[in-house]
């Protein structure tokens, strides 16, 4: 007996690649938008780092940026996508750590770095095999 392509043995990895995917992408997406807009001398940029207790400089926004694109191509690179992952981690654990400290609100800033996180690991771990192979999930 042969399986087809649109028996369930074939569906689930399928799905899971795909979801995977457009997790990914979505991250990748965000970290393209939030590092380009900081390679532009903007001032709403330069605001918004002192509002969070920065200086507030151009150069500081364009370093800012250059390392979210380069963790994004990281991250979207599949060879190099667990180092990625690992560096925006510590990307976003920075940026929360710096909301938490200027008592910004909770679920809408504070947590946006643990969503991002987490929508970055789980499109991960569902596109990669070798995450999936280091880090089993067993339900027993």
């Known amino acids: 007996m042969s399986l087809s392509i649109t028996e369930p043995a074939f ?9 995977g995917r457009v997790l990914s992408g979505v991250v990748v997406a965000f ?9 532009a001398p903007l001032q ?9 207790g920065y200086s507030g400089s151009n150069e500081l ?9 380069i963790i994004a191509l ?8 667990i180092l990625g992952a690992v560096l925006l ?17 909770l679920f809408s800033h504070l947590f946006f770095g643990l969503y991002l ?18 880090i089993p999930l067993r339900s027993a």
């Not at 970055?120 to 192979?133: I, N, Q, T």
């Open 44 to 52: 709403v940029v330069n605001d918004t780092l002192q509002q969070l």
């Open 74 to 81: 990281l991250y979207a690179y599949p060879r190099t996508s």
């Open 31 to 39: 970290l393209l938008f939030d590092g380009g807009i900081k390679l």
């Open 89 to 105: 981690t510590g990307l976003l654990g920075g940026a929360m750590a710096t909301h938490l400290r200027v008592g910004s609100p």
């Open 61 to 69: 926004a364009r370093g800012l940026g250059v390392m979210t694109l």
């Open 11 to 19: 569906a689930e990895p399928r799905a899971k690649l795909w979801t």
């Open 117 to 134: 996180g987490l929508m970055a690991w789980g499109g991960l771990y569902l596109r990669d095999p070798r995450l999936r192979a280091l």
